[in-house]
């Protein structure tokens, strides 16, 4: 069973297009992220969602948008993309406490042309 | 702001030699600190934790041990192996930041037959 699963795995588009990545996790967690993976693989986060409520938002461009239908789905919507926005786009989940781990997906890699 | 640093990679070894990958921290408060690996090709998984000062994590032959008074995290395994090659993230998580990793630039490994 996939604990956390994104969709596509690969997205090739191009700039000024519109595009969402799709998150699932069946383990039950209450709290979603998404974060950015560069090329140098320097991971940062982007995002994050408890119960369907926004509790984390660094400073991402606002052509971002997340949205959570549910508390096991979270989705990352880009418009207008960029050149800059070629990364590796990683979903996690955890349950909401101390020290309690997160489980990432398998990466969406975004290659903007 | 919290941050980690870790030395830059890559690091590239014989099978069975001694790995340590150091990492450092800076935080405001008292944060659980984590190893993760990223296989290639696949998403971050957490490979051992320590919550508060003095505790060894370990893992897989992995161990790291929490140093308040150096504020370090560093990774060690004894004999690695050439299944060990990844990408290594330390990261720190501090309870009022909403589960919030915050992660290192990564140290790639490559153990060589």
């Known amino acids: 069973d996939t604990a956390v699963s994104q969709t596509p795995k690969y997205l090739v588009t191009q700039m000024g297009n519109d595009k969402s990545i799709k998150c699932e996790q069946n383990?039950?967690?209450?709290?979603m992220y998404w974060y950015k993976q560069d090329s140098k693989k320097f991971l940062k986060i982007m995002f994050s969602?408890?119960?369907?409520?926004?509790?984390i938002n660094e400073t991402v461009p606002n052509r971002f948008s997340p949205k959570s239908p549910d508390k096991a789905h979270l989705n990352l919507h880009i418009n207008s993309l960029e050149l800059g926005d070629s990364a590796v786009y990683f979903c996690?989940?955890?349950?909401?406490?101390?020290?309690?781990?997160?489980?990432f997906g398998p990466g969406t890699r975004l290659t903007v042309t | 702001g919290n941050s980690v640093t870790q030395m830059e990679g890559p690091v590239t070894l014989s099978e069975e030699a001694f790995l340590t990958i150091n990492c450092t921290y800076t935080?405001?408060?008292?944060?659980?600190l984590f190893w993760y690996v990223q296989y290639p090709g696949e998403g971050l998984q957490l490979l051992l934790k320590?919550?508060?000062?003095?505790d060894k994590g370990s893992n897989k032959g992995f161990e790291a041990t929490y140093r308040k008074e150096t504020t370090s995290f560093h990774l060690e395994k004894g004999s690695v192996q050439v299944s060990d090659s990844a990408v290594y993230f330390c990261?720190?998580?501090?309870?009022?930041?909403?589960?919030?990793?915050?992660f290192g630039g990564g140290t790639r490994v490559l153990v060589k037959p």
């Open positions: 996690a989940s955890s349950a909401l406490g101390t020290v309690y781990e997160q489980y």
């Open positions: 383990l039950g967690h209450d709290t």
């Open positions: 969602y408890n119960n369907k409520e926004l509790i």
């Open positions: 935080a405001t408060g008292y944060p659980s």
């Open positions: 320590a919550t508060k000062a003095d």
């Open positions: 990261a720190l998580r501090e309870g009022a930041a909403g589960n919030k990793l915050t």
